[in-house]
């Protein structure tokens, strides 16, 4: 059974009436959806990210044309003769170099010099026999 | 000029023909010490063959042929030793930097060499048993480090030969080079004359340095004896030293080709 409390004025549950139906319209805040609200985040990151990656093919590019590239020579320095100041004298002959003693003695010394240049002192056909020693027996 | 060309030929042909029985024969000695050396290398092989064979099989026959194969082997060691010794006696006649005296000193050494392997060669047929072989082998052995010491006596004095031989030609150029100063110097100016001595004083020096080097390897030459090894060591030095009394007469050579410009030109 059911009693009425006195102080608690008596209403009546709400009733709620159906609405007629009306065809809903798409917003364009209801397209979007509701878990990805960062859209200008994400252009900007992806427009740094294709400027990073173009600017790279770029770099990728000039230093690929750089090392193609035949190295550049530097050029020759000019060469400018120098004069000279003053001219060296021929040397005079002297009385002894015309004589035929000085002729032998030039041959004698360039004799000297291709022998001992050529001549080597060790002989390798002097080095002596390895003889065996031991019979090896036991005797 | 066809006199002349021909007068040249018959000179550089006499000349040849000199030189020619000198080398010839040192040439023919290695030759032989060469063939001598190969038979030793196959009387030693054939020796050990048969010597692994008696060991092996330990009987009669195989030691009959150890025996046989032994006196060949220990002949023929005594034979190449020897023919090496005439080979290194080739080189010393044939040596144009040794007076008479020099070769005396060296001489006998090859003479006592090959007076020992002759004594202990005609043992070699006598061997009847294993026993003889070793005791004849040991001889041989007795004076291998002898032997050694005699071959590297040899080897010094004649590179120390070739040098004195170079050291001559020097001192000849030398020579000349002091007759052609004294003939240039009325003409020559004091600069030029101090120029002159200059060199010839360098010459000097140069020839002193040489002289000093060739009697350090004279003086020890005798005393490459004793252990193998010792005279190995002593060996190289003398080496060393021989290297550089060369060089001492290398850069006299450039001296005397700047003196010959100093000379050639007022």
Request: charged share 10%; glycine share 10%.
């Given at each position: 059974m059911e009693t009425a409390l006195p102080n608690q004025p008596t209403q009546s549950a709400p009733q709620i009436t159906p609405n007629p139906a009306v065809p809903s319209q798409p917003t364009p805040e209801a397209a979007a959806p509701p878990s990805t609200p960062k859209g200008p985040i994400s252009s900007k990151l992806l427009l740094v990210v294709?400027?990073?990656?173009?600017?790279g093919i770029f770099i990728f590019g000039f230093l690929y044309v750089q090392s193609m590239r035949p190295a550049t020579q530097e050029p020759a320095p000019a060469i400018t003769p120098t004069e000279a100041p003053t001219p060296t004298p021929p040397p005079n002959l002297s009385r002894v170099a015309t004589t035929s003693?000085?002729?032998?003695?030039?041959e004698e010394i360039a004799s000297y010099a291709a022998t001992l240049d050529a001549?080597?002192?060790?002989?390798?056909?002097l080095s002596p026999p390895i003889l065996d020693l031991e019979l090896g027996l036991v005797i | 000029m066809k006199r002349f060309l021909l007068g040249t030929f018959l000179i550089v042909l006499s000349f040849g023909l000199i030189a020619w029985p000198a080398q010839a024969s040192s040439r023919q000695a290695y030759q032989d010490y060469q063939y001598q050396f190969d038979v030793y290398r196959q009387r030693l092989s054939d020796y050990r063959v048969a010597l692994n064979q008696y060991q092996q099989f330990k009987s009669l026959a195989a030691q009959q042929d150890t025996v046989?194969?032994?006196k060949l082997y220990i002949a023929q060691r005594d034979n190449v030793a020897k023919t090496y010794f005439l080979f290194l006696n080739e080189k010393l006649s044939e040596n144009p930097g040794f007076g008479a005296s020099e070769l005396s000193t060296y001489r006998p050494i090859i003479t006592n060499q090959?007076?020992?392997?002759d004594q202990n060669v005609v043992l070699a047929p006598s061997i009847a048993s294993l026993e003889?072989?070793?005791?004849v082998s040991e001889k041989f052995e007795a004076n291998y480090e002898i032997m050694q010491s005699a071959y590297r006596q040899l080897i010094i004095a004649i590179e120390l030969g070739y040098l004195n031989y170079f050291a001559k030609r020097f001192d000849?150029?030398?020579?000349?080079?002091?007759?052609?100063?004294?003939a240039s110097r009325p003409d020559s100016s004091a600069q030029k004359q101090a120029i002159m001595d200059r060199w010839l004083l360098a010459l000097s020096n140069k020839h002193s340095l040489y002289q000093q080097k060739a009697n350090t390897i004279r003086s020890t030459i005798p005393k490459i004896v004793g252990d193998v090894q010792q005279q190995d060591r002593l060996f190289q030095q003398v080496q060393t030293t021989i290297n550089a009394a060369r060089q001492d007469l290398v850069e006299a050579g450039s001296y005397l080709k700047e003196l010959e410009t100093a000379l050639k030109y007022d």
């Open positions: 294709g400027s990073v990656f173009v600017l003693a000085f002729g032998a003695f030039g001549f080597s002192l060790q002989d390798s056909t | 046989e194969k032994v090959i007076a020992f392997l003889d072989a070793q005791t000849a150029a030398v020579g000349h080079a002091q007759t052609l100063i004294a």
